[in-house]
């Protein structure tokens, strides 16, 4: 799988994208990530990525030139199978475990960080696929959606967690499913013990007891 991430910080993403099970998964081929500066595909010297708005107010707004260069650049567009453009925004649908499921079948990921007062719409009605928020909140950018973004599908691509069955039955799995509760050794610390049923060896009982442990 190929992840492009189109942004304004490309240093943003330095150290973010190499670490843990994201950078396992890169060296391992799993995925490609592609980190672009958008103005690098500005018109002018001054390498310009955003403009005031018509009309008036408060602000900055990104421009569609860069955005679009970028895109052709990359040979991408609106529309193509087994690939999804997509837009970090406000006021997208909120982001959640079933959509990253169905981005983690895709060959290409596209994601453009948004950022000060907005993108220009004709960036969402021609370019892109999906806006998508990561939640009922304002972020200064985009980069740390695209993370969020980024980590929640990688880790569903199969062999990238090392063991397929690490995703199944987890929190979010299902809608409204959250995972059990979880314990180590030691068996009892500070006199705080774990529930005698995960010591029984009765995979029946702990598996009953995992159910009605997982918050619905």
């Excluded at 009309?55 to 030139?65: A, L, Q, S, T, Y």
Aim: aromatic share 6%; net charge negative.
């Amino acid at each position: 799988m190929t992840i492009n991430i189109l942004t304004l910080f490309p240093n943003y993403f330095d150290s973010t994208l190499k670490e843990s099970i994201l950078g396992r998964a890169q060296e391992s081929n799993k995925i490609s990530i592609n980190v672009i500066n958008i103005r690098d595909y500005s018109t002018d010297k001054h390498q310009t990525a955003d403009d005031r708005p018509f009309g008036g107010g408060p602000g900055m707004v990104m421009k569609i030139e860069p955005i679009f260069n970028a895109l052709q650049e990359l040979g991408i567009k609106k529309g193509q199978v087994n690939s999804k453009i997509i837009l970090t925004s406000a006021k997208g649908p909120a982001f959640n475990q079933q959509i990253a499921t169905g981005y983690a079948q895709l060959d290409n990921l596209t994601i453009i960080c948004g950022h000060y007062e907005g993108v220009d719409e004709r960036v969402v009605e021609h370019l892109i696929d999906e806006e998508i928020r990561v939640g009922d909140y304002v972020l200064t950018g985009g980069e740390p959606a695209a993370n969020i973004i980024v980590d929640a599908v990688t880790r569903l691509i199969p062999g990238v967690l090392g063991n397929d069955q690490s995703n199944k039955d987890e929190s979010h799995s299902r809608p409204g499913q959250f995972t059990h509760p979880q314990y180590t050794r030691p068996e009892v610390f500070n006199n705080w013990s774990i529930p005698k049923v995960l010591l029984s060896g009765d995979h029946q009982k702990i598996n009953t007891w995992r159910e009605e442990h997982s918050t619905k």
